[in-house]
């Protein structure tokens, strides 16, 4: 008789519970993380599969299966080949909110904690709270000068582009866009047509405001992210 996967029992209930929202919660994070659906079902059900730490009927397991989910898609991400995406391909909407049981400023800060310092985190928290947060504002919010904290800002937003899977010529023009560059010397700087620069800063920003969006739907203010 086959040995059965240590979660297997666990995720035997998630899927036979509907209060749990298995695929609600792969779907909005397939939304967040522009994945395929059914690929980040599939992930998502080996990573809960090979998890033997939790019991099917553990109090938390709401909160622990959004965990399992957002761990599988971020591994995806890493796999994935990195090509410019296609704004054609990005959605304008998403249809549920993934981290609904716990809060959302709690589950950006866990997130954020694996790859920024805590200062790092502290500074994308409040810029995802306030888009239209200066850095005047946010020097004075994360005690440092108006230099520690443009420096802060950019270390930090750097490691979230690569944490979320912008490609590098997503992130060369999203940071020309913020520092005001030509189209013409990006686009000369990466070897590419002066017409795709729009498009890759354009496709990093949505990426950046639908990540750092409260309800991941994108549609709340938004600064210049």
């Known amino acids: 008789m086959p040995t059965q996967r240590p979660g297997h029992r666990v995720l035997q209930r998630i899927i036979a519970e509907p209060d749990l929202r298995f695929r609600a919660t792969v779907d909005g994070y397939a939304h967040r993380y522009t994945l395929d659906r059914d690929d980040l079902y599939q992930a998502a059900s080996e ?3 090979r998890q033997g730490n ?5 109090e938390g397991l709401r909160g622990w299966l959004d965990r399992c989910v957002n761990y599988a898609a971020l591994d995806m991400i890493k796999e994935r080949n990195r090509q410019p995406v296609l704004m054609s391909e990005l959605p304008e909407r998403a249809t549920s909110t993934p981290q609904e049981s716990v809060g959302w400023e709690q589950w ?5 904690a694996a790859t920024l310092s805590p200062d790092q985190v502290r500074a994308v928290v409040e ?3 306030d888009p239209d947060l200066d850095l ?13 904290a443009r420096q802060l800002k950019s270390r930090a937003m750097a490691k979230l582009g690569r944490l979320i899977g912008l490609t590098s010529d997503e992130r060369a023009a999203y940071r020309a866009w913020r520092r005001d560059e030509g189209p ?6 990466l070897g590419i047509d002066p017409a795709q620069v729009d498009r890759l800063r354009r496709a990093a920003s949505v990426k950046l405001r639908r990540f750092l969006s409260r309800d991941a739907t994108g549609s709340r203010r938004q600064g210049r992210a």
């Not at 946010?138 to 520690?148: C, Q």
């Open 47 to 49: 990573r809960l599969l």
């Open 54 to 58: 939790v019991e099917p009927d553990h």
């Open 108 to 112: 950006l800060t866990t997130l954020l």
């Open 127 to 129: 810029l995802a709270r």
């Open 136 to 148: 005047r504002e946010l020097a004075k919010i994360v005690d440092k000068s108006y230099a520690g």
């Open 184 to 189: 013409a010397e990006v686009a000369r700087r």
